[in-house]
């Protein structure tokens, strides 16, 4: 019996990094997953991944920044399933700029990515999570959501932005006796094509991996699973008692 069997679980962003190895895992804990992103190639290779496995999926095509797909994906959801039990809303983009070198188009991309998404994404799982007893949400923030960075201005506001959210979202379904829950997460950097891209666009890319490791006492990067770990821990009954918490997954970043 895993840890999740037979409930539905939504993850964005999960054609890649962090969302793909929670997709999997939440799979290998049993699972039914729906696999959300724009990447249709690499998402479909995530359901087959678990279908193969012998498990059950359903990819999505999905910009999380766009109302109607979330309309769309939602009756996706409840033709194939007929209920929506867990929600990860963890597609996100990374842009490197201070307050002084960001444009304003690119200040609202990141948000519209990463804040408009979360809220889309949060509000459409209540919507499909009360008439079924409640549920679980969980938001993917960072610690860019805890502590500042002077390079990442509009990451930095879009991730304390989705703490926040977290929280009233949380509260809301809280005091409405939803019986869902809203949980953030708060990852250090972890190896994925997000942090790699990053790392390529600096000249010597040894030399700035190596700085980011240093952030990190444990003195290495995280791996997808370390977070995906977590992710499934808030999803599961295991978390029963937590609701609009921060859960850092960070190796000592932020301590
Ligand atoms: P990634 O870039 O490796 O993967 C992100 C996925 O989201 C991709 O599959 C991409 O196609 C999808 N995506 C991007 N924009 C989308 C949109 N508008 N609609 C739907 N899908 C979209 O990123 P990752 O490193 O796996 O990060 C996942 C989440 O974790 C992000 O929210 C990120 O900010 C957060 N995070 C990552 C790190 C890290 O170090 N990697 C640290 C802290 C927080």
Partial sequence: MGRVSGKVALVTGASCGIGRATA????????????????ADEGRAVVSEITQAGGEALFVPLNVTAEDDWKQAMAAIAAKFGRLDIAVNNAGILYAGSVETTSLADWRR???VNLDGVFLGTRYAVEAMKPHGG???INLSSIEGLVGDPTLAAY???????RLFTKSAALHCAKQGYRIRVNSIHPGYIWTPMVQGFTQETPDQAA???KLIDLHPLG?????????????FLASDESKFMTGSELVI???YTA
């Avoid at 999997?24 to 990447?39: I, N, P």
């Avoid at 930095?156 to 989705?162: L, M, P, R």
């Avoid at 290495?220 to 499934?232: F, M, R, T, W």
């Fill in 24 to 39: 999997l895992l939440l799979a290998r804990e049993g699972a039914k997953v729906v696999v959300a992103d724009l990447k």
């Fill in 110 to 112: 990141v948000q519209s």
């Fill in 135 to 137: 549920g679980s949400i």
């Fill in 156 to 162: 930095n506001a879009s991730k304390g932005g989705v």
């Fill in 208 to 210: 700035a991996r190596q």
């Fill in 220 to 232: 290495h990067l995280g791996e997808p699973d370390d977070i995906a770990y977590g992710i499934v």
């Fill in 250 to 252: 960070d190796g000592g």
